[in-house]
């Protein structure tokens, strides 16, 4: 994808506003680098130059490990995040909102802001949920920047129509709403919701299902989008058996290291395709070979498959036909977002087209993410048949750096953010 653009490329001066009077014995080895001002007792400021979002993960991550609780971080010419002064915070006490990571344009990770927003209303059929953690996708990236523009009908034209982030989610349910049947307060839930970077959010209780007990909530905020992406491909669009053989092209991202897994778990006879530092993971979740496409073209060895999952586009619709045995199925799942217009080059919207009039081994789909599904993914976790594989975990005010990472389009299994 063309998303390498996100990462800092020279050190920026922050402000990070942690809450309360901090002492200077939880703040030593930052001294050097960063000035810190206590002289509102209701926060401490500190001000200073970040190199890079690693950097800045280093930080975040020592004043969590000091139990420091982080209100607010700005990059200072970039008017990132709101100033919190001591009377708001004071003031975000007695209200009724919630932290959240927003956006109200469209762009790179400069857009999104750290915020007090208004927590949900529940409808009837929804439930509140305090969000424990959250799953990143390439979606978010993709709405973050308002791409492809063909989708922005549906997410707004000039600004998203949601200004929160995120959609994969785990938590524990803080209220029902009075048509709610499944759920009451306290339950650990995991499923998805339109704004799950914020530290409440409402979900439809159709797209909400009871936790893995086997997993942490990092864990599971990873499952919904890629686990039932992975399940509907294989068991619905591929109609996969046992003795089949099936490629998965991008095995090693977040849709690609679950199907590899429920591939195995239907007894399918799996081909992995990753880059040179990612064998051994892919081979490791179960696939039975594995081609590293920076020394081998998989589109030219010959083999056939009963079904192939391309999550990457980077081989013609017609390239990955060829391998099909006579039966077999393609499933062309995604990819670049280089062409600005249409997801993939408009390869997904192609395949849409061919299916319908021509080629019926073409299984291109919009996943419906339905309860159904996570309770059998919930299932297979549990029986050991699927794990979740997490590449890295940020705070909820890292979610900028998060989707960075996500857009660079390299992610080893799935990213999630801790709320
Ligand atoms: N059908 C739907 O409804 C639906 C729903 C959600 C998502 N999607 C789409 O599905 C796609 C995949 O999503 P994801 O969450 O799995 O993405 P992801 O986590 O970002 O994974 C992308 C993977 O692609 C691999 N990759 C990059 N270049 C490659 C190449 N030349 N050859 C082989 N692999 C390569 C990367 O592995 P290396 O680091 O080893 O290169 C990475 O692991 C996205 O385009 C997404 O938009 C479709």
Redesign the pocket.
């Known amino acids: 994808m063309h998303r390498d653009d996100e990462a800092m490329p020279r050190p920026v001066p922050y402000e990070i506003v942690i809450r309360g009077r901090a002492s200077a014995r939880l703040l030593w080895p930052l001294q050097d680098d960063f000035t810190i001002d206590t002289a509102d007792h209701h926060v401490t400021r500190l001000v200073g130059e970040v190199v890079d979002a690693s950097h800045l993960h280093g930080i975040l991550t020592h004043l969590t490990s000091v139990n420091l609780e982080v209100i607010s971080v700005a990059a200072l010419h970039q008017h990132t995040a709101a100033t919190v002064t001591g009377s708001q915070v004071h003031r975000r006490d007695q209200e009724n909102t919630m932290k959240a990571m927003v956006q109200d344009t469209y762009g790179s990770t400069d857009v999104l802001k750290f915020e007090d927003i208004d927590m949900p209303q529940i409808k009837a059929d929804e439930v509140l949920v305090r969000v424990r953690a959250a799953g990143v ?3 978010d990236w ?1 709405i973050m920047c308002g791409l492809p523009y063909i989708a922005r009908p549906v997410y707004g034209m000039r600004q998203p129509k949601n200004r929160v982030r995120g959609t994969d989610f785990a938590g524990q349910v803080e209220a029902v709403g009075a048509g709610v049947t499944r759920f009451r307060p306290g339950d650990e839930v995991f499923g998805s919701c339109a704004g799950a970077y914020a530290e409440y959010a409402a979900a439809a209780e159709a797209t909400l299902a009871a936790k893995p007990v086997n997993l942490t909530f990092e864990q599971a905020a990873s499952v919904p ?2 686990g039932v ?1 992975a399940l509907q491909a294989l068991r619905d669009h591929g109609a996969v058996e046992a003795g089949q053989t099936a490629l998965v ?2 095995a ?5 290291t679950f199907a590899v897994q429920l591939a195995k778990a239907y007894g399918v006879h799996v081909t992995g ?3 040179t ?2 064998v051994d993971l892919v081979g490791s979740i179960g696939a039975d070979e594995v081609i590293d ?1 920076t020394q081998e073209d998989f589109t030219r060895g010959g083999r056939r498959y009963d079904f192939i999952l391309d ?2 586009s ?1 081989h013609s619709l017609s390239a990955l036909r060829r391998l099909l045995t006579p039966a077999g199925a393609l499933v062309p ?3 670049r977002f280089d062409n600005r217009w249409f ?2 080059g408009g390869r997904v919207v192609h395949a849409h087209l061919l299916k319908r009039f021509a080629d019926r081994r073409l299984r291109p ?3 419906s993410l339905k309860f159904e599904d996570l309770l059998l993914l919930k299932e297979l976790i549990e029986d050991g048949k699927i794990t979740p594989v997490i590449d890295r975990t940020y705070q909820l005010i890292e979610a900028p750096q998060a989707i960075a990472h ?1 857009g660079a ?4 299994g ?1 990213v999630v953010i801790t709320v």
């Open positions: 996708n390439p979606g993709a989008m890629a992406v092209n991008g090693s991202g977040g849709i690609g395709v990753c880059s530092p990612n496409y999550n990457v980077d799942n995604g990819g997801a993939s789909f919009l996943v996500v389009g390299h992610t080893r799935k």
